[in-house]
């Protein structure tokens, strides 16, 4: 969805301004050459295509010179090049472009289903308190289902988050398959109507894998109305494919597709084979070796430990000084059912901090196998029963969620979670119920009777704990 601009010039300058950010961000080579004290730059743009003015790129340069990113004055340079006129251009773009992409995410959020639609909110504030950094903010909105059109993944990246088998095999798209995959569209579609729109194709495979994985995003949206976003880490491996899906945003431009970028042949690779305009709407995320990122510390990642480190510390050299590096726990977005077409098997998922108990950063909540669309709707319809809680009952037993680190405050208390701090105060009995459900042994409907024993009236009781449950903090079965 193209932010709005005022001339076709603007939108290929935007472009090439991208194009050269990552280089700066993801080529070890071209940062060098950047600090070259007799450096043509007018040579070193035309050698990758970019053209852009001088003028452009007067506050690009001084930054693009340091060594690194850290200090009062790398983070002056990188406000100057903000504030230039093409920076200024190309920050307003890419936050209406990403506003209007998190609208159309929200505006399909709701399912039509109470019961699942709190859960489904509830688990958005949990994640946002517990697992995300606090930059993603209420950017958040989880898809719905995330289908997996193989088993197993031939990239086996050694950072991933989710650890994937190799691959074995794909959901052909036979008759029988396709009236299968059909048909579990309309299920989800009599279910939850257009919350169905916001899915995914994918989740810890590769795309590409499935050669008929694009048949399957046409049905998607002949039945749904939306294409599904894409992030492919094997975009030169056949161009037309590549192609073709980049096309099928045309149809639907309320998100972005994605290239996954692992090796630096690979960026440049990608940067040949594409112009500057062909990929202004496609995100290349720089996981290979000398680009600027962070590392989810979770599934495969922390199972390799030496070269996770060089990772992070590299970025870390790279921050501004006086902040520190917190990576997530997750790479988990979905809230909602992970569904593998080829195994039959369908789980209720949401996010979490990568744990023993929970080590690909996500928890299941309900698992179970589907044959046809009858069993497929059979789970789902179960699944919400058993796990989706509209709202607290008198007899539920309460406490906070594991990871809050509970404190003491004047008139209340606090809860500290992995990024965030929620404080509750302002209430004389605020210091009373965070004692209570610290404990975790009393039930509703005790903590209820207890501050009203000291004097708060029981409908505001009961109206604080029904807020601190949707809103994620207390400990959930």
């Not at 035309?46 to 983070?75: K, M, V, Y």
């Not at 039945?223 to 149809?251: H, Y």
């Not at 046809?372 to 319809?381: G, M, N, Q, Y």
Request: proline share 5%; net charge neutral; hydrophobic share 40%.
């Amino acid at each position: 969805m193209t932010a709005p601009t005022t001339s076709e010039r603007e939108l290929r300058d935007l472009a090439h301004f991208k194009r050269l950010l990552e280089l700066w961000e993801g080529d070890t080579e071209f940062r060098e050459r950047c600090r070259e004290p007799a450096l043509d730059r007018r040579a070193l743009l035309a050698r990758h295509g970019l053209d852009l003015a001088d003028a452009e790129l007067e506050a690009f340069w001084p930054l693009a010179a340091l060594e690194n990113r850290t200090g009062p004055e790398a983070q002056r340079l990188v406000a100057a090049m903000n504030e230039s006129p093409l920076g200024r251009r190309w920050v307003e773009w890419q936050a209406a472009t990403e506003a209007a992409h998190t609208a159309a995410a929200r505006a399909r959020f709701a399912t039509g289903n109470p019961r699942f639609d709190a859960w489904r909110a509830r688990q958005r504030a949990r994640t946002l308190s517990e697992a995300y950094v606090p930059a993603i903010g209420e950017d958040y909105w989880p898809p719905l289902f995330a289908f997996e059109l193989s088993s197993g993944c031939s990239k086996q990246c050694w950072f991933c988050a989710f650890s994937p088998e190799k691959l074995t095999r794909n959901f052909d798209y036979t008759p029988e398959n396709r009236a299968l995959w059909r048909d579990v569209l309309r299920v989800g579609q009599a279910l939850f109507g257009n919350a169905c729109q916001y899915s995914g194709l994918y989740h810890a495979t590769e795309p590409s894998d499935n050669p008929d994985y694009l048949e399957f995003v046409t049905d998607f949206h002949a039945i749904l109305g939306a294409v599904p976003q894409t992030t492919t880490a094997d975009p030169l491996k056949n161009l037309d494919w590549t192609r073709r899906m980049l096309a099928l945003r045309d149809l639907d431009p309320t998100t972005a597709d994605r290239f996954s970028i692992l090796t630096p042949k690979a960026l440049r690779g990608v940067h040949a084979a594409f112009t500057p305009e062909a990929l202004r709407e496609v995100s290349l995320v720089l996981h290979n070796k000398g680009s600027i990122g962070v590392k989810n510390e979770c599934g495969r990642a922390i199972e390799n430990d030496a070269l996770l480190g060089r990772s992070q510390d590299m970025t870390r050299d790279m921050l501004p000084e006086g902040k520190q590096l917190t990576p997530q726990l997750t790479l988990e977005c979905l809230v909602g059912y992970l569904v593998n077409m080829v195994d039959h098997t369908i789980k209720l998922i949401s996010p979490c901090n990568e744990s023993a108990q929970w080590p690909k950063g996500y928890i299941v909540h309900a698992e179970g196998r589907f044959t046809d669309a009858a069993s497929f709707r059979a789970f789902v319809e179960d699944s919400i029963g058993r796990c989706a809680r509209e709202k607290l009952g008198a007899a539920d037993r309460l406490g906070f969620r594991r990871d809050l680190v509970f404190e003491k405050l004047d008139g209340g208390f606090g809860l500290v979670a992995r990024y965030k701090r929620h404080k509750m105060r302002g209430n004389p009995h605020f210091g009373t119920l965070g004692e209570l459900l610290r404990t975790g042994t009393y039930t509703a409907g005790e903590v209820v009777q207890r501050l009203t024993d000291e004097g708060m009236p029981a409908p505001q009781a009961a109206s604080w704990l029904e807020k601190l449950y949707q809103r994620g903090l207390l400990a959930e079965s």
